[in-house]
Each structure stands twice: as structure tokens, then as C-alpha cells.
């Protein structure tokens, strides 16, 4: 009968914290999104309601949100979305309001070993969350963030930058020596590439269509800039080489390259093609390696992060090298969190006119 008691009591408290958590926030919150797929004009407002918040869930208030490629993939349908209404982006930063109210994940060393307290912040990689509110599970796709990172600039970096480290340690591990090739490499991802590489003593060359950015890329590592408008890729990257190729190859365009890249590569050497700006790469005969015994890998980010333990790992790598400088997060603008806001900031970055991180300010820090 105690035990019966004490677990009616621990329901009760539990359900009155709930209720005066839910009681301090709206019925329903603001989105951007879809509703279907489509062209930029299927992007809108969307009213929401607030999140379902579980016993073992972090209720975070959205600061900024990241915008990527993968957010156009979806909008259009070449990913097709998990859900509908959909709002547009996985990649977010914010501050925690609510921890979970299941006493033994507060109690376990696990919980209290990644540091997570009401005002700390966090970004967060979950496909629809770009609205006020996300309710995300403590052990989940979550990254806690130092305090002398700022929320905007953890927002631009954690998608991005996971990305990049895990293709430059687990896709294909960069050492000194080697000559990597990044596809435009003035990109969010492609900066990043490039400091992480040069960091680690290789040769970086790199593609990108303007002098502008080719000078941008120069600052942040890259040793060779090759203008793709203007100059042939293929020609000017076995000339740097002496005719030997590059040891690998990271390639987020897509269709476009795919094909040169396998003219330019060493023998053994590595393609990494990760992206699909230009459209997604057609099906590949495996007779196509042998010629050079190449490696052929299409990793996605969260497979880099499927635990707690390689989520806290490589967020702890990356904010550290962003704290000490080594790696710095290149922020082109900032959007309205608005329909329109979102609609501008997919433009811009499909149509080539940005470099470095989009972001959209969904509320004040």
C-alpha cells in the first residue's frame, strides 16, 4: 500500500508540473514551412500548436535557425518530408526553458553529464523545427553549448560543422600531406572543409565561381582557387597536382561534378560526395572504381551522431576549436522569420550568391 501511495503521489506532482508548465505557455506558436511540396511560393507562415512535451523532454525556446540545402531538398520534394506542415529547417539554437520532469533522468549520471539546466543553450539537428518552440528528447539529436558560445553563432555552426568534421575524420581522414579538392569551398560547408583540412597540415585546393569568393577562401586555408566559370577543373587540378590527382574529394554539388571528379582523383584516392545542389548524382556501375581502386561514400551528418557519447563528442571538438579561433564560423546574413524572410534566404543560397551561413532569427537572444 506504501509503494502504491508514494507512486500515486510521484503521478500527481508530476502532472501538476506539467500543468503549470503548460499553463505558462500559448496554445499555439508560430512556423514557417509547408504544407505541401513545391517552388519557393510553397513556403508560409504556419499557427502550430505547442508542442507535445514529454516526461523526458527539453522544451527549448528557438533563437535561430540554420538554413541548408537539405531544407530545399525537402521543400521541393526530393526528399520527400516526414510530415506535413512541415516547418523548413533541422538546425536550430535556442535556450532551454523546461527540463524533463522524469526523476530518474534528472537523477542519472547520463542527464547530468552533458550539463543541461533552465537558461543553457543548445542547438538542436530535428527535421521541423524552425518555430517558436521545440520539444526534443534530453538523450536526442541536442548539443550542449559552452557559455562562451553564442547562440547565433552555435546555430550557424553545428549542422555545418558536424558535417565537416566527421568527412575530414571518419569519411576520409585528413592527415599532412595530403591534397584535399573541396567543391565550392566559399560555402558554409566548404569553409569549414577547408580551415579543418589546412588545419591538419594538407594541401587544400578548392573550386568557387567568383574572385571575390576565391579571395575569401584563400583567407580560411585554401592554397588553390579554380574559378569553375572560367577555368577547366579538370585541366587546372591535375596542373596543381603534376598530373597525380588529389588524395580525396569532397563534392556537395552533385550531378555537375560527380562525373570529372573521377578524372582527377589519384589512384586509392577517396570521393566524398555528400550534397545535391546541382541535383542528385545518377546510379553508379561499381565497375566505375576499379579503374584506380577508388572509395565512393554518400555519408549523411546524423549518422556521424547516433549516441549521446559521438553527439557530446564531436559538438565538444567543434566549439572547442570555434572557441580558441581555429575555426571560424562565417555568417553572411541573417533572415526575418517570416514566409518571405525564409523564401529569400533558399533563393540566395541556391542561386549561388552567398557565402559562408544563412540564418534566420526566429527571436531575440
Known sequence: MRTTALRISHIVRH????????????????????????????IEELSLPFPEVKSTDLLVKIVYGGVNFIDTYMRSGLYPPAFLPLPIAKEVAGVIVELPTDESVLHSAAFKGRGFKKGSKVAIDVTGSLKEYVSVPWDGNVFPVPDDIPVRVAAAAILQG?????????????????????????????????QIAKGRGATVIGTTSTPEKAALAKAHG??????????????????????????????????????????????????????????????????KLTEKNVKLLRPTAVNWVTNVEERDRYSAELFKLVASGELKINIFQDYPFTAEGVRQAQSDLTTGKTTGKLLIKVADE
Do not use: C, W
Open 15 to 42: 502532472l501538476s508540473t506539467s500543468s503549470r508548465a503548460a499553463m505558462s505557455y500559448p496554445s499555439t506558436i508560430k512556423g514557417v514551412g509547408i504544407k505541401q511540396t513545391g517552388g519557393l511560393e510553397a
Open 162 to 194: 558536424i558535417t565537416a568534421l566527421g568527412q575530414v575524420t571518419e569519411a576520409y581522414d585528413v592527415k599532412k600531406g595530403d591534397t584535399v579538392f573541396i567543391h565550392t569551398i566559399a560555402g558554409g560547408v566548404g569553409l569549414l572543409h577547408a
Open 222 to 287: 585554401a592554397d588553390h582557387v579554380i574559378l569553375y566559370r572560367s577555368e577547366n577543373v579538370v585541366e587546372r587540378a591535375l596542373e596543381i597536382t603534376n598530373g597525380e590527382g588529389v588524395d580525396v574529394i569532397y563534392d556537395g554539388v552533385g550531378k555537375d561534378t560527380f562525373e570529372d571528379d573521377f578524372k582527377y582523383i589519384k589512384r586509392k584516392g577517396t570521393i566524398v560526395s555528400f550534397g545535391n545542389a546541382s541535383g542528385p548524382v545518377p546510379p553508379v556501375p561499381l565497375f
